[in-house]
């Protein structure tokens, strides 16, 4: 059976979406266009891929099958285009970062324009959305670098990383609401154990810093109550700063608020409390001279280690 490219990406973007219309949206053609092109897929495989009497639709377990090889014939493909694009030195093609809204606008500005100008022929996009969602769109291949927090130990077995720089994770709160006695002698950090009785603005579960939150209550035994949940640190910092609760975040978000009267920010403990921001990229991709260029950047500008090998 002769199969292509752009057979085995229509697929799997209609995989992914579990929507035959919203595929062909994405893919910018018609979806009886796209309905033809399934159709005559199945034919060919003499199976078919998708049970449409499910709402929305599913793969059967042939079309499962299908889209594990079609995700691995793709990476190959890219692998490929990468190695030849070294080789040959003809610097073009795309390089797909994903990171956080925050972190994006925190770093890409600073980023982008040194990489653009030593590689203008690579095309850079960049795809903002949740440490979860981005860590499968790692998994998949529709990224090829993520840039986060590593605080998903048990991706380790599918991703390499290189450190870019190590932030510090701080509790901001309204000026003036956070209790002498809530802070250690010094006054710039929260004693951990009276986080306790104080209400949170926490972004959703599929972020990074909710997993550390979520792993530092449990650590020093406190039961938050989480009066709201929100998709991004510089709306819990805002309505900490109104006065409505506490928040914890990167430091970074402080940065970017332009923390001042408003707040306060405080370490949570004598000793800061860090996390690793890295580059990630699947095991098995080849991470060619644009790639490693744009990390190194990375780690160059934020601070921490340069790439090797």
Known sequence: MAMNLRELKYILKVAELRSVTGAANELHISQPALSRYIHDVEEELGAKIFDRSTTPISLTYAGECYVQSA???????????????????????RLRIGTSRDRASFMMPKLLPPFIAKYPGIETEIFTESGQKLREALRDGRI???????????????????????????????????????LTPNRRAIIPEALGGMRFFLLFREHAIRSFCDKYFREHGIKPEV?????SNITCYRMAAAGMGVTIIPQLTAEMAGAGDEAEIFSLGDEPVTWE??????????????????????????????MTG
């Open 144 to 182: 090829d670098i993520m840039i986060l927090p590593d605080t998903w130990p048990d991706d380790a077995q599918n991703f390499t990383s290189s450190l870019i720089y190590t932030e510090e994770l701080v509790l901001a709160a309204r000026a003036g609401t956070i209790p002498p006695e809530s």
């Open 277 to 306: 921001v890295r580059a990630f990229w699947r095991k098995g991709a080849y991470i060619g001279e644009p790639e490693r260029e744009m990390i190194r950047i990375a780690g160059e500008i934020f601070g921490g280690e340069r």
């Open 71 to 93: 995700k691995r014939i793709l990476l190959e493909h890219e692998n490929l285009r990468r190695e030849i694009r070294d080789i040959t030195n003809h610097m073009a093609g």
């Open 227 to 231: 009066a709201m949940e929100f998709s």
